[in-house]
């Protein structure tokens, strides 16, 4: 076994998986956190990360530096996409967090991963559980996140592939100005979704799918929401299968909710409730056009995505 660290630093959430690798990269949990910080806080808008944004992400940074020394890692991968892709000012911001582990021994080179990599690692995170269970292939990944959504489809291996730049914080950030959203609001947000969904289309079959797959927090929550949980539970959500139009119809209910009443349920994170109605809307897009177009009737929910990938890929320097 060898004891080793995965750092995830997307748009809305940086976390952390320190696990022990097997021989066969199997992994065994020791340690999962999550933290809100919104690093992609206006980078739509700017193509730049805020100072501020900057400064709450390398505080975690330490945090997870601090752990991995703790928990005695022998080797930290860390992984940058959608906000710090799209950033001009990202290499200062790479530098500081490569200084925070500095700061605890450990020779860490942030690395920001395309599109591309991102999905390779998706599906790799997500799927090898899936496969040991025997899962019906061929698998279609979908990581919703807060600055793009990737799109996987593969067996054993990625067969084809694309990320978009839809998001839940994006798409908030663009679209969703009213409380709740507005037909209009709705609307707009709806059409960017629509021609996304059209560009994945030519890159990647939605046709004879074996099993459809939704990773990331806004996809565990939004099942949470569709079960009727009086509070996250993970035992749940993770492999939950649950049919296409079930989940449709929750996402549904919950963009007719106001801020307040988002705030008001326990399995919505504090720092999800302004995007997680951007999120919905997307969910609910893409499952509608997986029915129409490929024939979709049941999604299945993983809690392993990028995370468990840049973790069991991590290499001791």
């Given amino acids: 076994m060898t004891r080793v660290a995965g750092i995830?630093?997307?748009?809305?959430?940086?976390?952390?998986?320190?696990?022990?690798?097997?021989?066969?990269?199997?992994?065994?949990?020791?340690?999962?956190?999550?933290?809100?910080?919104r690093l992609g806080e206006g980078v739509d808008r700017t193509g730049r990360l805020a100072e501020a944004a900057i400064a709450r992400t390398v505080v975690r940074c330490r945090e997870y530096a601090a752990q991995c020394r703790e928990f005695d890692c022998a080797a930290v991968r860390f992984v940058a996409t959608s906000a710090t892709r799209d950033a001009a000012n990202r290499d200062g911001f790479l530098d500081q967090a490569a200084d925070a582990f500095a700061a605890y021994g450990f020779v860490v080179k942030p690395e920001v991963v395309s599109g591309d990599q991102e999905a390779e690692l998706t599906f790799a995170g997500a799927t090898a559980e899936l496969r040991s269970a025997g899962m019906p292939g061929p698998f279609l990944v979908i990581d919703l996140g807060g600055g793009s959504t990737e799109f996987v489809r593969g067996r054993g291996v990625v067969e084809a592939a694309l990320s978009v730049d839809v998001g839940s914080v994006r798409l908030t950030e663009r679209c969703l100005r009213s409380d709740p959203?507005?037909?209009?609001?709705?609307?707009?947000?709806?059409?960017?979704?629509?021609?996304?969904?059209?560009?994945?289309?030519?890159?990647?079959?939605?046709?004879?799918?074996?099993?459809?797959?939704?990773?990331?927090?806004?996809?565990?929550?939004?099942?949470?929401?569709?079960l009727g949980l009086p509070a996250y539970d993970s035992d749940q959500v993770h492999l939950a299968t649950l049919p296409v139009e079930e989940v449709v119809g929750a996402c549904t209910r919950l963009l007719a909710l106001s801020r307040a009443e988002r705030?008001?349920?326990?399995?919505?994170?504090?720092?999800?409730?302004?995007?997680?109605?951007?999120?919905?809307?997307?969910?609910?897009?893409?499952?509608?056009?997986?029915?129409?177009?490929?024939?979709?009737?049941?999604?299945?929910?993983s809690e392993k995505d990028?995370?468990?990938g840049i973790t069991a890929t991590a290499v001791p320097n």
């Fill in 263 to 301: 705030a008001a349920l326990a399995v919505v994170e504090p720092g999800r409730v302004d995007v997680i109605g951007a999120g919905a809307l997307i969910w609910r897009t893409v499952l509608e056009r997986l029915a129409s177009v490929g024939g979709a009737r049941s999604v299945t929910t």
């Fill in 181 to 226: 959203p507005s037909p209009a609001d709705l609307a707009r947000a709806r059409a960017i979704v629509d021609a996304a969904l059209d560009r994945v289309a030519m890159a990647v079959s939605f046709a004879g799918l074996g099993t459809v797959v939704g990773v990331a927090g806004t996809v565990t929550t939004l099942t949470a929401y569709a």
């Fill in 306 to 308: 990028i995370l468990d």
């Fill in 8 to 37: 995830d630093c997307g748009t809305n959430t940086i976390r952390l998986l320190i696990a022990d690798r097997g021989p066969r990269g199997e992994l065994s949990d020791v340690l999962r956190r999550a933290e809100f910080v």
